[in-house]
């Protein structure tokens, strides 16, 4: 396959520069499943912008800022607020419907934030969301979408035959064909990674099974920067289910928008706690009140808290809520009478891999958006519905940079195209095919499946919402054993979607260990009970890791 554009995956931040850049050329976009399976489809509360006559850009900027604890970057922070409106009229003009009172824009509340300002559909925005973008798509002829198609690694310069200049560039992919079973070379003038989180690495998240880290492992590999994994950010509020499946990580979640609209968190013998922590009490910022549970739960020995929605009417519940009314009643809770047992599960990677304004990464052609990233906005810790704005507000900056760059060329090269075919091809040629000689099904392979829930257990164990000095070293020696043995095993076998997903899952939990302990210190969402305070004198800059180019 050649393409123009390869965008690897078919969230938000995906979906919405594929309907962009193709207006600049031929757009491919693969995804591991089915097209519409990603965090964003799963997405409840809505989208953080200033769209109210009593809001305004420096409040939001604010409230992003507090939150992310003095790691943010202003200058991302002012980009996706103040581009937040535009972005939000995009999806509407694509059809997107958000709830709305007598024609206006409803507007909902979250943690951490001053105002009212999170534009959502009920409680189910990002289904609402990903629709709309895919219904648009399904019109456009330049926009190819390959389900079951599994990105490996990127093609960059160790995967050319003859090798040109220094600098590290991408030329797309190799990819799994899930169907076939047979591994395909993609090449592209530019490739985007846009593969969400990796929530997954722990026992108990919000994630769906999608979300291993892919982007952030494969990027690592080769050679990109990847900064700040430490700040994993724990939902305060999952559906606590005794009897949930072992196979499964994916916990439902109860919206933080339950909590702006009244709900209030009490110990399961009913008595309210939030004020002993935060003034904002249950709607304080999200890592304040993941700790706070945390420690009620530690001291209770109750294996759960509990969300009580007495202050919200029935009906409001009903019409606002209908989906998390729904799964709570199939589970035989009535919320409208009984409390919401909740517990804290992990829901979002802060980190991952470092782009600039652009979207650009320090590989050429190679450029990042949505969860994947580290733009700086988030910082120690995200605030609430900035996300889905953070990958739409990004997509579109990468769209803009590719734009400024073939308008540049064009006026040199008087029109040629961005990338012609036999560039395409040139660069085909030079690249080599997937060699799997050697390689075999192995029977060790149920050894190695455990590998899976042990890195689980050992993420939720030991680098969880509580972290100390002596448990990273644990998790640490134990995780690179892992690796090393995984490593062994990928170089010896088949491929596969498991196999390919544990390479990376361990890799992603590695890096998120060797980032905890880089950082000694307590800040926003890595707290360490033996550096409890924050350090600004010596951590108030991003932890950056790179594979050297020896072991890439
Ligand atoms: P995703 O939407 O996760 O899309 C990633 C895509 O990449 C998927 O299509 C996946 O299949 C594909 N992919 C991954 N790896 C590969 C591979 N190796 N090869 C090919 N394809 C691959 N944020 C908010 O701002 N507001 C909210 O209300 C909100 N609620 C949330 C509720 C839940 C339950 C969850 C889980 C998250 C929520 N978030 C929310 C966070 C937000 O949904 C995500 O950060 C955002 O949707 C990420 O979008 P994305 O496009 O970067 O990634
Ligand atoms: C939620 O609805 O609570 C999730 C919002 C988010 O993660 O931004």
Redesign the pocket.
């Known amino acids: 396959m050649k393409t123009d554009f390869l965008i690897i995956g078919s969230g938000i931040a995906g979906l919405s520069l594929a309907i962009k850049l193709s207006s600049l050329g031929k757009v491919t976009i693969i995804t591991k499943k089915q097209k519409a399976e990603s965090n964003t489809n799963y ?4 989208i953080a912008a200033v769209m109210d006559v009593n809001d305004n850009f420096e409040l939001h900027v604010a409230d992003t800022l507090e939150c992310g604890a003095g790691l943010c970057n202003e200058k991302a922070v002012r980009k996706i607020v103040s581009e937040g409106p535009e972005r939000i009229n995009e999806l509407i003009e694509i059809g997107t419907r958000f709830s709305k009172n007598n024609g206006e824009l409803l507007l909902g509340k ?1 943690g951490g934030h001053s105002r009212n300002r999170i534009i959502h559909a009920k409680d189910l925005t990002g289904k609402e969301v990903e629709r709309a973008l895919l219904s648009k798509i399904s019109k456009n002829k330049k926009i190819k979408i390959f389900e079951y198609y599994f990105a490996i690694d990127l093609l960059t310069y160790k995967n050319l035959k003859k090798k040109n200049g220094n600098r590290n560039k991408c030329y797309g992919i190799y990819a799994l064909n899930v169907k076939t079973g047979r591994v395909e070379k993609i090449i592209s003038r530019k490739t985007i990674i846009a593969t969400g989180g990796a929530g997954q690495v722990y026992l108990h998240t919000t994630n769906p099974a999608i979300a291993t880290g892919d982007g952030i492992a494969m990027g690592f590999r080769a050679g990109c920067e990847i900064a700040n994994m430490e700040f994993i950010q724990f ?1 305060p509020t999952s559906f606590y289910d005794a009897a949930i499946d072992e196979n499964s990580s994916q916990v439902f ?1 109860i ?3 339950v909590r702006g609209a009244g709900a209030v968190l009490k110990t399961r013998a009913g008595r309210e706690f939030m004020h002993k922590y935060d003034k904002r009490k249950s709607l304080a910022p999200r890592d304040i009140v993941a700790r706070a549970i945390d420690n009620e739960m530690k001291k209770s020995g109750d294996p759960y808290v509990c969300l009580d929605l007495k202050n919200i009417p029935d009906e409001r519940i009903k019409r606002e809520f209908p989906n998390i009314y729904k799964y709570c009643l199939s589970k035989g809770i009535d919320i409208t009478k009984e409390m919401i047992p909740v517990v804290p599960a992990a ?2 990677s802060c980190g991952g891999i470092k782009t600039d304004l652009e979207g650009k990464t320090n590989v050429d052609d190679l450029y990042a958006s949505g969860e994947v990233t580290m733009t700086g906005v988030h910082g120690a810790n ?1 605030l ?4 889905l704005l953070e990958a739409m507000v990004f997509s579109d900056a990468i769209y803009d940079s590719i734009l400024k760059e073939k308008t540049q060329e064009g006026k040199k090269n008087s029109g040629k195209n961005i990338a012609s075919k036999e560039d395409l091809d040139e660069i085909s040629n030079n690249v080599y095919d997937w060699n799997d000689d050697g390689t075999e099904n192995t029977e060790e392979w149920i050894l190695i499946s455990h590998n899976k829930k042990e890195i689980k257990e050992i993420m939720s164990d030991y680098v969880g919402i509580v972290r100390n000095t002596i448990r990273l070293e644990r998790a640490y020696r134990r995780m690179k054993m892992m690796r090393d043995e995984i490593r062994t095993f990928y170089k010896k076998t088949k491929v596969n979607v498991e196999l390919l997903e544990m390479r990376n899952l361990v890799t992603v939990a590695y890096l998120i260990i060797c980032s905890a302990m880089l950082r000694k210190e307590s800040r926003g969402l890595h707290y360490m009970l033996d550096y409890p305070k924050r350090d600004d004198k010596n951590f108030s800059e991003d932890t950056v890791l790179i594979k050297s180019s020896e072991s890439r």
């Open positions: 997405a409840q509360g809505g979250e939902h979640l919206s933080e928008a829901h979002y995200r609430a519905s900035n996300s």
